[in-house]
């Protein structure tokens, strides 16, 4: 039985409960106390509220699934290479051809220069998805950017640590990334960065999942050694202890 099935049964329960509950009091000759009727009545509205913000929620996650589907449809008109290029354009972000200087971007509106089309079988090689709202199922799209050199993703609600661990398809390509202001990033899940020997530019700025963040920074400098690390927006005490999230990306590296 579904979770929604189940949040719907409930609603109904408490609402059959609280319908016999005014029929009896308003049978009977004599009113309910008023701090009777007050609790009942805030009963009600709590319950509607709370129906409210389930159902929102489902919204939104359904929403959130619908624009990050595959992209298989276009992929079997156009090629992976414009498939991916609708995709980022369609959430609002932004890229760049290889060989191409010019960046084609979506506007505020959503809206886009149809041209990329004219580029056919061009791979893409850098890609911005700042602020968007790409997640782990999403990123299916760009799988095949086997040229993708540069991919920002600052301040992407929906990255997390399965996110990264993704990444690993773009081992052989990929040279620089940002995920700085991610703020469901954790020290575990930057260990899966270890597959990114290519790295060489690597902003992990202002994630609020990061408790040691000067000890994070040394362990991805062993990790990447040949990588750049930026790690601003923190107050970089070396001399905090490590939690459950640092001994973790300790023994990943190991």
Not at 83 to 103: C, D, M, N, T
Request: charged share 20%; net charge positive; proline share 3%.
């Amino acid at each position: 039985m579904s979770a929604g099935f189940m949040s719907l049964h409930r609603c109904c329960q408490r609402s059959a409960l609280l319908l016999v509950a005014r029929r009896r009091w308003s049978s009977s000759s004599a009113s309910p106390p008023l701090h009777t009727r007050l609790l009942l009545y805030l009963t009600q509205r709590f319950y509607d509220v709370e129906m409210l913000l389930s159902w929102r929620s489902r919204l939104m996650r359904s929403q959130l699934q619908k624009k990050n589907f595959y992209y298989g449809y276009t992929e079997n008109l156009y090629g992976r290479d414009i498939a991916s290029a609708y995709y980022i354009l369609s959430l609002r972000g932004g890229f760049r051809y290889v060989g191409q200087s010019e960046w084609f971007r979506a506007d505020w509106k959503g809206k886009f220069n149809w041209d990329f089309l004219d580029h056919k079988d061009t791979p893409l090689e850098e890609v911005d998805m700042s602020h968007t709202v790409i997640n782990y199922t999403g990123l299916g799209n760009l799988e095949q950017q086997r040229s993708l050199r540069t991919l920002k993703l600052q301040g992407c609600p929906e990255v997390n640590d399965w996110f990264l661990a993704r990444l690993h398809v773009f081992q052989d390509s990929l040279e620089e990334l940002d995920i700085s202001h991610c703020p469901h990033i954790t020290t575990g899940g930057l260990a899966a960065l270890r597959n990114l020997k290519g790295l060489k530019r690597l902003d992990v700025s202002s994630l609020p999942g990061i408790s040691s963040p000067g000890l994070v920074v040394i362990l991805l400098e062993e990790m990447l050694p040949q990588c750049q690390i930026t790690a601003t927006g923190y107050d970089h005490n070396l001399r905090q202890v490590g939690g459950d999230g640092e001994e973790e990306l300790v023994q990943r590296q190991r």
